[in-house]
């Protein structure tokens, strides 16, 4: 089974910029899909940033123009550049690995789940 590990999280203040990173075990990515989703303490899932096979990307309206989501040419990689951070902001984000070639929004598109990094936000 393939691994995700995502790294880059943390503490920061109202209007910084946080660089989350997810590396996949193996190169299974290459060709599908690869996303970052968050979940607010109580909250359920929610759809951050995806990215397709062939760079095709897709945001959430609350992060558009504040969030960058970009992969590595192996397909093995997937980062999400967050600026302008809010305290809404503040979740546990999850990297993910789709069964589509394109972008995806749903979460039952993704077979594969990193375990995921606190991004906490101060104001």
């Known amino acids: 089974q393939v691994q995700l590990q995502e790294s880059g999280g943390g503490l920061v203040q109202a209007g910084g910029s946080l660089r989350l990173s997810c590396a996949a075990s193996?190169?299974?990515?290459?060709?599908?899909?690869m996303g970052w989703f968050r979940q607010a303490a109580g909250e359920d899932r929610e759809f951050v940033a995806a990215?397709?096979?062939?760079?095709?990307?897709t945001y959430a309206n609350s992060v558009k123009g504040r969030c960058t989501i970009s992969r590595d040419s192996a397909g093995n990689a997937v980062y999400l550049q967050m600026n302008s951070l809010k305290p809404e902001d503040t979740a546990v984000y999850y990297c993910?690995?789709?069964?589509?070639?394109?972008?995806?929004?749903?979460?039952?598109?993704?077979?594969?789940w990193g375990q995921g990094t606190q991004v906490t936000v101060s104001s």
């Open positions: 193996r190169r299974t990515f290459s060709n599908n899909a």
């Open positions: 990215i397709g096979w062939k760079g095709g990307t």
């Open positions: 993910a690995g789709a069964r589509t070639a394109v972008a995806t929004e749903q979460t039952a598109h993704c077979s594969s």
